[in-house]
């Protein structure tokens, strides 16, 4: 499935951004470059000043640090409990961005862990990748498992779903917000952000499989999700203007036991504060997977995805 981009979002977001004018007239003047240019910023995460919340739920938590094959990844550590839960933040963010996740879990009796992903947050690096992150989210699992449950964002759930696949990790239960099913989705996106044109982002994706010796295909969400089988909860907000709501309801139906939710005026970000995505995540984790009668209510529209 492709993103189709209307060209009044085009014209806005050039009329917004010059520069996204600018690799929108190199996309027709010199496709080459434009291609090598595209795929560095691609694999650059930009990062962003944190939020005093942000900050505030880091003074509430240990900070240790985890050796990761891309170097040592920060790490932020909530509550004491014999099970552990892990927060996955996606591309341009934070562990910290799922710090409301952290209280309620550890009341559940979890220890919560979080992280920046090598090259994001407070992690060393200029540029990554899925695969990166995928190797940092199973470094922190092996330092911190086994895992009752996961919570993950955006790029995030693609890694986790990567890492549950190729590096065997191990989770009871996932909870994922605002996810992607299709990698086109996250490249497309790219291409409208940046102003790059679908043929230079396909020149990329070609390149990009060359250097990493990998087949897109393989690194499907909706793929690699159908190699899981335990009980996932998809979050995901009918007016996501990044990944589109279409995204967590095709993944949900490629999971084997899987309950969507859809949330409204939250979008891709907002999504993960609210009191009541996080509730709903920490009941899902805590009743094995069970939602709670009240969580289906006029906010949260919850519908049962079980496969035959």
Known sequence: MRRHVTQEQKSTIGRAHPIVRAFALMSRVSPAVATLLAERLFMTSLRSRTPERESDWALSARREEVLS?????PVWVWGDGPRTVVLVHGWAGRGLQLGAFAAPLVAAGYRVVCYDAPAHGLAPGRWSNLFRHTDGLTAVANAY??????????????AVLLAAARNHLIAERLVLVAPAAHTTTLTDWFGLMSGFSQAVVERMRRRLERRFDFKWANVEPWRLAAE?????LIVHDRHDHEIPWDEGHGLSQSLAHAHLVTTEDLGHRRILRDPRVVNAATDF???QGRLATDVSDSFLRSQSQTAA
Do not use: D, T
């Open 69 to 73: 094959p891309h170097g040592v990844l």
């Open 145 to 158: 498992g086994p895992l009752a449950g996961v919570v993950a964002h955006s790029l995030g759930c693609a």
């Open 228 to 232: 899981f089988n335990g009980g996932c």
């Open 285 to 287: 984790i805590a009743r």
